[in-house]
């Protein structure tokens, strides 16, 4: 018997739900073994679609629009950097202003206004899958439709195909301080959502949401804890109307390399994830000094699935390299762990290299994947924030849990184990070769 991806994911459910099995001894560890391997796969697989789901939910439950939450086809404009207090996105940009959307695109289109700009801003449209779809930058009207959506456009909009009914999109607008705040509000001001049938007037009126307490939750941690029962019909549910790739329908797999359903623990699957993924996306992985960072098929995966995962983990939404880099380090220059035990200095021998309007960062983040909460609410030092130099032009960032006597160059970090991302956002790919890399060495 062959089936397709999506018939695979109905009998992990029911294998799943069958693991309590009690098999004769010599079954058992193959059995085990099988199971666990078409699980874990169609886990993997499944995984981010059902993670976009559960942050769609949270990220819709409210009635009316706020800075945090929207009803669906409603911007969600931030009016404040994210700080440690926020639980919804894991390893959250803390240098750009976010203006987030969640779209349903299956009755018609949304029509999506990006303005002129005065610094770096774009938009990520996202399908259900984590997959980016485009990237806006031009000021104009895009039609973000479902890809089997058949109609006419008004003359000069632009049509964006979204291969789910489910779009995120993720509007970045670079923040050079708090004295900045009005001029990104009066951007946001002047972006536009719409769906076609009201364009280009408007709708009389935002649609009221709908909210549930229950539905109050962090989304990784809902999504880790559901039943591989619970975990499976969702995914299930979800393929109904955001369906997996034209590239993973042809996937075969054999149902009879199940074998006997043995007592696999649904939790020991879960432990291993973590690890296993790491080995596998390795391979995707670039050095860069003691950093590293995940580089192409990254925000557009195609059948990388493991990978895809992976970074929904690490950090759900990321961009392609084209648009930014994320390198990554918990170690210092010794290869130790970073500690807030210690004190470390982060050296910069050069800045790193952007084209354009870009920029770059470094953000401290716990062993959680969230923010630090710390004394002066910084979460992240970048090239606004105006970094005394030493003598020789290079730069030094105090890494501590205390303050240091002068904080103009300090980065807080929490008293457990920290790790940092160092963000470089339209990178110079040509003068990253030959870019020296910060190290970060003990005081």
């Keep these: 018997m062959k089936m397709t991806r999506r018939d695979f994911l109905k009998l992990s459910s029911a294998a799943a739900a069958a693991c309590g099995v009690t098999l004769l001894p010599a079954q058992k560890a193959d059995a085990a073994s099988a199971i666990q391997t078409l699980l874990e796969e169609a886990y993997l697989y499944a995984f981010p679609l059902v993670l976009v789901d559960a942050t769609k939910t949270v990220s819709t439950n409210t009635k009316t629009a706020s800075a945090s939450r929207a009803p669906v086809n409603q911007f969600i404009h931030a009016r404040k950097l994210l700080d440690a207090s926020s639980r919804t996105v894991v390893s959250p940009n803390v240098d750009t202003i976010y203006t987030q959307a969640w779209l349903d695109v299956s009755a018609e289109p949304q ?3 990006v303005p002129e700009a005065d610094r770096f801003f774009n938009v990520q449209v996202l399908d259900a899958w984590t997959n980016t779809a485009a990237v806006l930058e031009a000021p104009g009207a895009y039609a973000i439709a479902y890809s089997s959506w058949e109609g006419t456009l008004p ?4 049509r964006i195909d979204i291969p789910t009914r489910t779009v995120w999109t993720i509007a970045r607008i670079m923040l050079s301080g708090p004295d900045d705040l009005p001029n990104v509000a009066a951007l946001q001001g002047r972006m536009q959502l ?9 709708l009389a009126a935002a649609p009221e949401g709908s909210y549930s307490p229950e539905n109050d939750f962090v989304p990784v941690q809902k999504v880790l804890a559901m039943t591989p029962q619970e975990f499976f019909d969702t995914a299930n549910r979800l393929m109904e109307t955001d369906p997996p790739a034209e590239a993973d329908a042809g996937q075969q797999f054999d149902a009879s390399a199940l074998g006997p359903l043995g007592g696999l623990r649904w939790k020991r699957l879960l ?3 973590k690890s296993s993924l790491r080995a596998q996306a390795a391979r995707y992985s670039r050095q860069m000094g003691q950093w590293i960072y995940y580089g192409d098929p990254i925000g557009n995966f195609g059948t990388a699935y493991d990978y895809r995962t992976m970074v929904a983990l690490m950090g759900l939404g990321a961009n392609t390299t084209d648009i930014a880099i994320y ?3 918990s170690t210092d220059s010794a290869g130790a762990d970073l500690t807030g035990q210690k004190t470390y200095t982060l050296h910069f021998d050069a800045l790193p290299p952007t084209v354009g309007n870009g920029f770059w960062s470094v953000t401290a983040y716990g062993e959680d ?8 609410d910084r979460y992240c030092v970048n090239d606004r924030s105006g970094l005394h130099r030493n003598a020789d032009g290079s730069v030094d960032v105090t890494l501590s849990k205390d303050a240091p006597e002068d904080t103009t160059n300090w980065l807080p970090v929490s008293d457990e184990k920290f790790h940092l991302f160092l963000r470089i956002y339209k990178p110079d790919w040509t003068a990253l070769d ?4 910060p190290v970060i060495s003990v005081k």
């Design 434 to 437: 030959s870019f020296p890399p």
């Design 271 to 273: 432990l291993q994830l």
């Design 327 to 329: 390198p990554r380090t």
């Design 369 to 376: 994947n969230f923010l630090i909460d710390n004394p002066i």
């Design 111 to 113: 029509i999506y206004v």
């Design 194 to 202: 719409m769906p076609l049938s009201a364009y280009p007037a408007g």
């Design 155 to 158: 003359e000069g909009v632009r």
